[in-house]
């Protein structure tokens, strides 16, 4: 039986990290004009025991990307999987080992070619050591970040790691809330409420969010995302906000590293 440690990690890249390739074919020109047009069904796989597998899959309509937690089941066929032996296996994959490879389930290989562009370039953006002068690349991978932060707190809860869901069940209805100044489409919120969690993708708009970790640029937010920078000193500086109930910014930035360092 795999470890928490492995269900967790598996967890994070299933249902925090791999559904960010929506995001990055939606987002980057050049590959989202490489789906214009596609019609295609993806799988990433993990086996978790000898008749049970973990699963994330992607349907493309016209170039337009969804994304569902679990098994593909449709009608079609999938065009190209990526299946893994064991979620040991793909947790060192993801993490950079080209020795733990998964077995290819190819229909179409155009189309496969397609969906590894994108795995290589979410592969190249995760991976960035220190925050690019570009402002569109920052704005682009602080929305990753962000997603995957929400996204990976959410589902540990889910699968009642220790500490995050004891803090979850103890929670009024509370939202937590990312976000960098003047750029409303880099946002992401965790909404919270007795040991229930929900990760959501841009501004929370309900209410006013009870905790708001806001940078001024997505620059500075990559310096604490990337950990090269000073939280106290940036905080001093105003370049790091907590906005609503700044006592909770150690508990949520204790929380941002046990994904970070699951998913290292």
């Not at 065009?79 to 060192?92: G, P």
């Not at 020795?99 to 496969?112: A, D």
Request: net charge neutral; aromatic share 10%.
């Amino acid at each position: 039986m795999a470890s928490d440690v492995t269900r967790y990690t598996n967890k994070v890249f299933m249902a925090g990290a791999l559904p960010l390739l929506k995001t990055i074919a939606t987002d980057v020109p050049e590959i989202a004009k490489k789906f214009e047009g596609v019609n295609a069904v993806y799988q990433v796989s993990a086996m978790a025991n000898a008749q049970d597998k973990e699963a994330v899959h992607f349907i493309v309509e016209n170039g337009v990307w969804s994304c569902k937690l679990g098994e593909y089941f449709g009608q079609n066929k999938i065009d190209a999987e990526l299946e893994f032996s064991s979620m040991e296996k793909m947790n060192e994959f993801m993490k950079g080992k080209m020795t733990s490879l998964p077995k290819m389930h190819i229909k179409s290989f155009p189309k496969f070619i397609k969906f590894m562009t994108v795995m290589l370039k979410m592969s190249s953006l995760l991976n960035i050591p220190e925050p690019p002068e570009d402002e569109e690349l920052c704005l682009l991978l602080c929305k990753l970040y962000f997603y995957l932060l929400s996204s990976g707190i959410s589902q540990l809860n889910k699968m009642e790691h220790p500490e995050i869901h004891s803090w979850a069940l103890k929670s009024p209805d509370r939202v937590y809330q990312w976000a960098i100044e003047n750029h409303p489409e880099c946002t992401a919120y965790l909404r919270v409420k007795a040991g229930k969690s929900r990760a959501g993708r841009g501004e929370y708009k309900r209410s006013k969010p009870f905790f708001c970790m806001k940078f001024d640029t997505a620059q500075h937010a990559l310096m604490i995302l990337l950990g090269t920078g000073d939280m106290l000193q940036m905080t001093k500086d105003k370049q790091l906000i907590m906005e609503g109930a700044p006592e909770f910014g150690a508990m949520i930035g204790d929380f941002m590293m046990t994904v970070g360092d699951l998913a290292k």
